[in-house]
């Protein structure tokens, strides 16, 4: 196997997970009215700060009032 295609078979679990993570944070992106901050920089962040991104959202950016 080449070290390529190892490397792949490796990381693609957390692929996986960052593209359901970007998925769920989407969706609750487009549900939520009001967020800590303007909405379309969290849009923003979920889409360009990879893995990180949607995980400050949920832990950030939504309202729980």
Do not use: C, N, Y
Request: proline share 5%.
């Amino acid at each position: 196997m080449t070290d390529v295609a190892h490397l792949l078979q490796m990381l693609s679990p957390l692929l996986v997970l960052q593209f359901i993570l970007l998925v769920v944070a989407l969706i609750a992106w487009f549900k939520t009215e009001e967020t800590k901050g303007p909405k379309w920089v969290w849009l923003l962040i979920i889409l360009f700060v990879s893995m990180i991104g949607p995980i400050l959202f949920f832990i950030l950016g939504r309202r729980t009032d």
